[in-house]
């Protein structure tokens, strides 16, 4: 199991975080899993468009994963928010090309997150065809939101094993 440290964490740069993760991960094979949480698992969908067609991972579970956020968050954090965020909102990510790569899909999403809709949750449905979950009250799955375990994302990760 790896859980690399992401240069860059307080301002995360697309290109910088995929050639992480593609470095860490080496070659996609059916014992990779992913995990991740808000923005890196759209590292991980942007670092799978690297891949070759025929490597496949074995799956992946995101937590609070996010293409679009809820209107107006970015820009209530400020002009240092909204210049981190901006490439990731606008730089388009290809699903077809990534659906080739993924395995199964699950998505944990909250009734509550301050910053990720639930329209998200539809979204992850419909283009990666990911098994979505609905949890109530557990925020953006945070220490501050009381979220130490999160065992429905264990249950995910060993149905994929």
Request: glycine letters at 8%.
């Amino acid at each position: 199991m790896h859980a690399p440290e992401i240069p860059g964490s307080e301002y995360p740069k697309i290109d910088i975080w995929v050639k992480t993760i593609a470095h860490v991960v080496g070659n996609l094979d059916r014992n990779t899993l992913f995990i991740g949480h808000s923005l890196g698992c759209q590292a991980i969908l942007r670092t799978l468009q690297t891949f070759a067609f025929d490597e496949n991972a074995g799956g992946m579970v995101f937590i609070a994963p996010w293409i679009k956020l809820k209107p107006g968050v970015v820009e209530n954090e400020g002009a240092k928010s909204v210049a981190i965020a901006r490439p990731w909102l606008k730089t388009p990510i290809d699903f077809t090309g990534i659906k080739r790569h993924t395995g199964p899909v699950v998505a944990l999403f909250s009734d509550n997150d301050p910053y990720v809709g639930l329209d998200q949750e539809k979204f992850f449905k419909k283009e990666l065809d990911a098994e979505t979950i609905i949890l109530p009250e557990r925020g953006h799955f945070t220490i501050d939101d009381g979220v130490l375990k999160l065992p429905e994302a264990l249950n995910a990760i060993l149905e994929m094993e």
